[in-house]
């Protein structure tokens, strides 16, 4: 769009109010992309609007040289030539003034591009942290999560060394149980001999008394 299509869209009479820009969602760089354009199109206003400022100096200059011729041919009596200067003075006149407007709205329009120059390097700045603090939020989920894991898995492994500690202490005891239980069979089982081996001792004796009373 060219300087004269931005300078009508904005400040032409009668015109509707401009249509309010679509919502759309644009990426860092889309939005520094833009800043760059509307720099470029401030740069272009004041061009502009210097060359207008320029070309209303020259005017200001011939204004003030019919000035002049008037103000001479006045005081020569000559009204012919004063009325010719002062019709060429009020033509710079009016070409001045809408040089001033001109000027006025080229300046307001870079102004205005100005601002929104600034507007959007504020949401490219605003986007910029909060994409950050939302990395360091996901960063700190992130480590909370591996913590609770490391957690997890620590209470679950002093809940096996536990588990183990305890059957290694049943396996313990069950063996010690083991050994008393065959400490008292292995006593009754000496036991249980002396006592065969005594009452074989009687029969044998009995035996061989009656075998002598018979001689």
Known sequence: MSLIEKFKKVFGAQEKPAAQPEDKQYTTEERQRRVEDLISQVAGLLVTANRLEAQAKDVQKEIEKYT???????????????????????????KLSALETSIDKYKALAQKLREEIAAEKERISSNEDSKEQLKAEIAGSEIREQLAKEGTQLN?????????????????????????????IGRASAGGDIKTQYAQQQKDAEVEKYMSEAK
């Open 68 to 94: 002049s011729i008037a103000q001479d041919a006045a005081k020569s009596g000559n009204r012919q030539d004063v009325a010719g200067a002062v019709e060429l003075k009020l033509q710079a006149s009016e």
């Open 156 to 184: 679950e492994d002093r809940e096996l060394a536990k588990l183990k500690e305890t059957a290694v202490e049943k396996e313990g005891q069950a063996e010690a149980w083991e050994d008393v239980a065959n400490l008292k």
